[in-house]
């Protein structure tokens, strides 16, 4: 795999998880109470978002010809959530999660708006489990990781983002866990005065990658009603194979964020550090017997930030218009000497009945020589 090729997938996965800061109002599918006794409910909840971008950058050359189709627009990060909530008494409540990742332009085969390795459909989470108001929330199943829950969503904040995040960059990203994984326990607790969080990775195995165990751990502080700073931990055990070789190795994953809103100004900075995460290509040059052992041989910092400040409106349509300046660097310290930085201005405008429209202009300068770039976003949320 050349670092092209792996340059298209991980912005893939980074448009892919993207949040959405503006409040979205759930469709309540089902509220009965009364299933089994005189004090419990059952509520089952949607939403979703479906969103049609475009990017155009300002040449094509050897880092982005393969994304020329995403001119024409393309399907990018539109998802359906389903949460199931089963009141037992006042305190304790089972709970489960499912979201899903759609792709309308392949289901519907819009030639020229999706690739052949594009999946239609990809469950993102998956999970069950116990929520106590007094003990906290425990979850099983294939689940967001803590990290980027509690840390790389607080800069999550425009649409060409997490690009200094390690789940952008890596491999595995859905096995080892820095996007998302299965067979995660987690536990959450959540107070007046901070969060705490935790979890742990049973084993997994998708080819040449195999985690052993992980574990993850962090805090969000709320400083005041506005602010708050989050702190996460990560580390795993894995092993890579390649041919007859393999490679037992650890992985760690140490973030911070800030993040701020009071209702009209909106901001985020992080920085993480990434040991035996992120991909070493030089490996494939290396013979067979040292690639295992090279490929994610790796050291890299990232940092990013954002900026906006939201112009409510409520009039003629119109909801609210937000513009912003945002921006992140990626820097290898050992196994490879790549390194990105972006730079750059939007503008989030929200109409009624869920209607939105994204505009950015994106300044890059990295070791590809990839092009600047205009980014064009329409979206409909429920």
Known sequence: ?????????ACSIALCTLLSTDVVAEVELVNKDHIFNDHDNFKLTSHGSLRLQALNFDHYDASNEGQKYR????SAGSRIYLDADYKINDDLNLISGYQNFINPAKILDWDGHYVEQDEKIRTEQLYFGLSSKQYGTLKFGKQYSVYYDVVGSKTDLWDYDTIGQAQTWSPFAYVDGTQAARKMLRYEKKNKYADLYAAYLFEDESLPYKRKSGEELAI???LNKELSWATSWKHNRASLQYDDEQHDFSQQ??????FYFDGKWLAGAGAGWYKNTLPNYSAFNLPTAQQAKQYLNSKAYGVEYYLGYNFQI??????????YVMGNYLKYTQGDDFYRQDNGVGVAVRFDHGIGFDYERLYTSDTMNTPDMHMFRLRYDW
Do not use: C, E, F
């Open 220 to 222: 969000d502080v709320h």
């Open 1 to 9: 795999m050349t670092k092209l090729h792996h340059y298209v997938g």
């Open 314 to 323: 409520a009039h003629h349509g119109l909801q609210s218009i937000r513009p």
């Open 71 to 74: 001119r024409n627009g393309y």
């Open 253 to 258: 994953v140490l973030a911070t964020a800030l």
